[in-house]
């Protein structure tokens, strides 16, 4: 075997929870790493397909920046000092809401060669849990993804405008400010009637559940232990619809017994 | 082995391209396939993994609908009547932009199970080669996935107003419109030298070739074979200079000789 230092880091998308839904790809990765710099949220099962390789957790959540993106960056450039292939293991995917590019021109910027593994979004995830398609024929052809940042808006960050446009919207990392989020959107005119899907743990257990955005201003969600995304758009009507007169048949059950 | 009919469809994602980009939940099912209804698109070596299957094609080119779609809903309620595992195979993810609402609602209509295995889709997958997050900090926390109908307005369809209101816009299906859609852009009033990167066949050999709305408008493509996205935003804006950099360096090079 060669050994020609440094090596290659690829960054690799995880998937969005379950384990058979990383791509063969990024699987035949993780059975040769040398070491794995895992995110807190991937799945143990991912993990352990990493067989050879030292396991390095570098759990980061959402608001912690800076100080550990900088730590993340340099024990990347380092381990590709001494290892052929490291792998960076990230929930979903590492180009959309990854924090991907500060990794990737750190370890260019070294000298280091980068490859990057894409993964299955949660968005794609949830609607395949749903069976609710995203775009559908004289109902959306356009998606927007976006994650709030409610009350610390900073350049170019509208959230909200990409939502008001777009025919379908998945708001990431969005859960714990729910109701703020759906106050901004009715104040900035989105119908309060507008449908809104709830989906915690998108591949695995979790809550799925439809509202609407007025509901959801008054009532905010429960607390939740996973990851969340809202979905909102007309593509969430009929679903919408079922449960609501689900809910007026359990009522007027109720008013009978 | 029990035989319950009808049996099962699954509608599952292809992925971009890349027969490794597959998911490993999806290489199972093809494995255990006994039917395959796949799209043109799909790559020959995915298609091969279904090694007890009959494949069957039914390819659909974008545009052509209704009459093609109503016979393949029909192949498959016919198909679940006699096998356990149908697999219906799609290019890139079923529910962006992959029709999959209309298949789900006449399965479903017919009494049959559907499951739904996401895919990488090929936003993702370009991103992924390019080496540039579609979502950057500073830059871009807002990302738009759009399919225009340049002169064929239809509701709920203003996909340029999502890709206005967007930080990075993705059109899928988009390459063959591109002078039109430049020029749309552009009249709307999003700047003339906004970055665009135009990716053909993402995951697979194809062209990689930036430039600017207002180049866009002027020059439209080459003839491509694969399907392209067009891609836009800030995010390819070092791209963009590094490319016209070195075109100026080849410029003033020639100059000398």
Redesign the interface.
């Known amino acids: 075997m060669t050994n020609n230092l440094p090596g290659t880091v690829y960054l690799v998308?995880a998937?969005?929870g379950?384990?058979?839904?990383?791509?063969?790809?990024a699987?035949?990765l993780l059975e040769s790493a040398d070491i794995v710099f895992h995110d807190a949220l991937v799945h143990p099962d991912t993990i352990a397909l990493a067989t050879r390789a030292e396991k390095v957790a570098v759990g980061k959540r959402y608001g912690k920046?800076s100080a550990a993106q900088l730590f993340i960056n340099k024990r990347l450039v380092d381990a590709a000092q001494k290892h052929q292939t490291v792998v960076r293991l990230k929930g979903g995917?590492?180009?959309?809401?990854?924090?991907?590019?500060?990794e990737?021109d750190a370890l260019?910027e070294a000298g280091i060669a980068?490859?990057?593994?894409?993964?299955?979004?949660a968005a794609?995830?949830a609607?395949?849990?749903l069976?609710?398609?995203?775009?559908?024929?004289?109902?959306?052809?356009?998606?927007?993804?976006?994650?709030p940042?409610v009350g610390r808006e900073?350049?170019?960050?509208?959230?909200a405008?990409?939502?008001?446009?777009?025919?379908t919207g998945v708001l990431y990392m969005a859960a714990h400010e729910s109701k703020e989020i759906a106050a901004q959107l009715i104040a900035r005119g989105k119908p309060a009637q507008t449908p809104v899907m709830v989906v915690e743990s998108a591949?695995l257990d979790g809550l799925r559940h439809v509202t609407t955005l007025e509901a959801l201003k008054r009532d905010g969600l429960p607390q939740l232990t996973g990851p969340a995304l809202l979905m909102l758009g007309?593509?969430y009507r009929e679903a919408l619809n079922a449960a609501q007169d689900q809910q007026a048949l359990a009522a007027a059950l109720k008013r009978r017994c």
Chains 1, 2 share one sequence.
């Open positions: 998308g998937g969005p379950a384990p058979d839904l990383l791509t063969l790809r699987a035949r920046h995917d590492p180009m959309l809401f990854g924090r991907a590019q500060e990737i260019l980068v490859e990057v593994v894409p993964g299955i979004t794609l995830a609607s395949a849990d069976g609710i398609s995203l775009t559908r024929r004289g109902i959306s052809r356009s998606v927007a993804f976006a994650t940042r900073e350049q170019p960050s509208d959230w405008a990409s939502l008001m446009n777009a025919d591949s007309e593509v």
